[in-house]
């Protein structure tokens, strides 16, 4: 089975602290993702990445930024948190697929992180 | 531009009764579908993808699908409801734009579930 870890369940930070939220999946996958998720909002999207060293804005990249040194790792970086980043942050990961059907993405268990 | 909506925020059902959650899809080419379900203070899980061929499709925890390529739908449904089925619902389509050969999704907002005994 895939497994998606994140590095903490729940985050309490105070406003401009630099915060940092690891992401790791085991099975080789190469896209990997982070959303935020917000009570009738769904899943946005923040960055994603299909390789090492390589990433994309996704719809709401303002405030955030990643890092993908290894495969297995995904870590996504609040350089100076808001209470507004106060969130549901999931990570996902997927293999690869050139012109193909889109695979499954697989998710972590999520961080809830509080900003005060 | 592409989407997906789930146009009810919450399902009520019955224990024993039937249960569907409805999906629509806008997106350019062909569409491959996904229904997730979250569990409280939980990520999200799998439950079913249709890419191609038979328009039923069958997933876990004894889910079903079904695409409907003139209503442009795929609702989730289950033949008889648990208690235990109570979660939030999230209906996904793949991102087309630019390719989309890096696997995005799109998501919508999500369904609330309530299995009622």
């Known amino acids: 089975d895939v497994k998606v870890t994140q590095s903490s369940r729940y985050l309490v930070k105070r406003t401009g602290e630099k915060v940092f939220l690891e992401c790791v999946q085991d099975m080789d996958h190469e896209n990997m993702f982070w959303y935020r998720q917000d009570p009738g909002l769904g899943l946005r999207l923040i960055y994603f990445?299909?390789?090492?060293?390589?990433?994309e804005k996704g719809d709401i990249p303002e405030g955030y930024s990643v890092s993908r040194e290894k495969k297995e790792r995904f870590s996504l970086i609040l350089e100076s948190a808001s209470t507004n980043q106060t969130s549901m942050y999931l990570c996902a990961s997927s293999l690869w697929r050139l012109a193909g059907p889109t695979d499954t993405q697989y998710f972590g268990p999520g961080t809830r992180l509080t900003v005060l | 531009a592409q989407s997906v909506a789930q146009p009810e925020d919450q399902v009520n059902v019955a224990e024993g009764n039937p249960l569907t959650v409805k999906c629509t899809y806008s997106v350019s080419g062909n569409p491959y579908l996904f229904w997730y379900v979250q569990y409280p203070n939980r990520g999200l899980q799998f439950l079913l993808k249709?890419?191609?061929?038979?328009?039923l499709v069958k997933g876990s925890y004894g889910f079903e699908a079904e695409f409907n390529k003139s209503q442009t739908s795929f609702h989730l449904k289950k033949p008889s409801a648990l208690v235990s089925d109570s979660a939030l619902y999230f209906c996904a389509v793949r991102d087309t734009a630019g390719g989309g050969s890096q696997g995005n999704l799109i998501f919508g907002k999500g369904t609330k579930l309530s299995v009622k005994p």
């Open positions: 990445s299909y390789d090492v060293k390589m990433k």
């Open positions: 249709y890419i191609t061929g038979d328009n």
